[in-house]
Nanobody, 126 residues
Framework: QVQLVESGGGLVQAGGSLRLSCAAS????????MGWFRQAPGKEREFVAA????????YYGDSVKGRFTISRENAKNTVYLQMNSLKPEDTAMYYC???????????????????WGQGTQVTVSS
């Protein structure tokens, strides 16, 4: 069993930045594909970013490309989401997720992930 704990959310003005962290328990973190998803009130959960087990492959949703960066430190069992140039439409609960596969071609599908965190709220004011 893997537990994921997100942190780093908060209130920020439009144009600002935040860095989310997701700390994972367990010794097999380094073999997992990791992803970030978000869900705004009244909307479906949306894919934000994913990173392969080694960090060699990264993928982003269209709405965050060029503004968000996903990275990981396997030695610390942690994955990060650096969010720059934030917009009010980025306001959502952000979730970290882990997929036991080294790489999954369906990284953008939430049902491909095996473990989820509780989420951290990001609010961007205009």
């Amino acid at each position: 069993q893997v537990q994921l704990v997100e942190s780093g959310g908060g209130l920020v003005q439009a144009g600002g930045s935040l860095r989310l962290s997701c700390a994972a328990s367990g010794r097999t973190f380094s073999t997992y594909t990791m992803g970030w998803f978000r869900q705004a009130p009244g909307k479906e959960r949306e894919f934000v970013a994913a990173i392969s087990w080694s960090g060699g492959r990264t993928y982003y949703g269209d709405s965050v490309k060029g503004r968000f960066t996903i990275s990981r430190e396997n030695a610390k069992n942690t994955v990060y989401l650096q969010m720059n140039s934030l917009k009010p439409e980025d306001t959502a609960m952000y979730y970290c997720a882990a997929d036991r596969a080294y790489f999954n071609a369906y990284y953008y599908k939430e049902n491909e992930y095996d473990y989820w965190g509780q989420g951290t709220q990001v609010t961007v004011s205009s």
